[in-house]
């Protein structure tokens, strides 16, 4: 495989009593990469979310995390965490009634003599989220709960987390769903330094508009199917990619 490579699916399928969810899936994710998953409701990408990020488990099939061969039996989230894969869910991934700093130190504290070091976590929390999300306001408390963020900086404190852990791998489920217009372009900005960075994005998004600013390459489901796998080098332009979406799911 080349090193480059993230992640690698051969032939996976995922069911449930029998009947298969996903069937077939064959994919690549690359450094630097961003893949865009896209299908209408019920064609199985959060499906393959889950099943990317050990939330499910491939029912058979060969899925490799880094040149790692995966053991479809054993795996689970934390497995594919220790291997550099991150999840940011629609949901934020946040306890938003916490402190900012804990949040970003979620199951990950730093200790000192046995003991949660907090200082130390609010120090890095503060210098992380000033470079990577230009949150630097006076009157910013990072001991303030999460909730107090807005949708667009509540994403990017997850994209910060998973950069901060050295996650390669980094599966954004729907980021920009109900945010304004302004929040939509701050998530975007974070997505687009992830690439710079030279990660690997997989993304989620019924924003076909965002999809094909950000995306190297789109993936269309269609029943639990892959039905069509094009780089955005060969897409015309924006609306040549909603034939596409209408064509192939």
């Known amino acids: 495989m080349e090193l480059d490579n993230l992640i690698s699916l051969k032939n996976a399928s995922f069911k449930i009593n029998n009947e298969f969810i996903l069937k077939s899936i064959s994919l690549n994710l ?17 499906t393959l979310f889950k099943c990317l990020c050990g939330l499910n488990k491939f029912s058979d099939g060969e899925y490799y995390i880094k040149n790692n061969l995966i ?12 291997l550099g894969l991150e999840c940011v869910f629609q949901e934020y991934s946040l306890c938003i009634e916490q402190p900012i700093y804990k949040n970003f130190f979620a199951n990950r504290h730093i200790s000192k003599f046995g003991f949660i070091d907090d200082k130390a976590e609010l120090l890095i929390c503060k210098e992380i989220l000033n470079n990577f999300l230009g ?12 909730s107090h963020l807005s949708g667009g900086e509540k994403q990017g404190l997850c994209i910060a987390r998973a950069i901060y852990f050295n996650n390669d791998i980094i599966l954004l489920d729907e980021p920009t769903s ?3 217009l302004n929040e939509t372009k701050k998530v975007i900005s974070y997505i687009q330094e992830l690439k ?8 989620i998004s ?17 029943h639990g199917k ?3 796998q094009i780089y955005k080098k060969d897409v015309k332009d924006v609306f040549s990619l909603y034939d596409l979406f209408n064509r192939f799911c």
């Open 71 to 82: 053991n479809l039996k054993k795996y689970d989230l934390n497995y594919t965490k220790k």
């Open 135 to 146: 949150l630097n306001g006076k009157g910013l408390d990072y001991k303030k709960d999460a």
């Open 30 to 46: 690359n450094r630097g990469e961003i893949v865009s998953l896209l299908g209408d409701n019920g064609a199985g990408k959060s």
């Open 178 to 180: 109900a945010l304004a």
């Open 196 to 203: 710079d960075k030279q990660k690997g994005v997989f993304l």
């Open 226 to 228: 892959i039905s069509c």
């Open 206 to 222: 019924h924003n076909l508009l965002t999809s094909y600013e950000i995306s190297d390459k789109f993936i269309f489901l269609k």
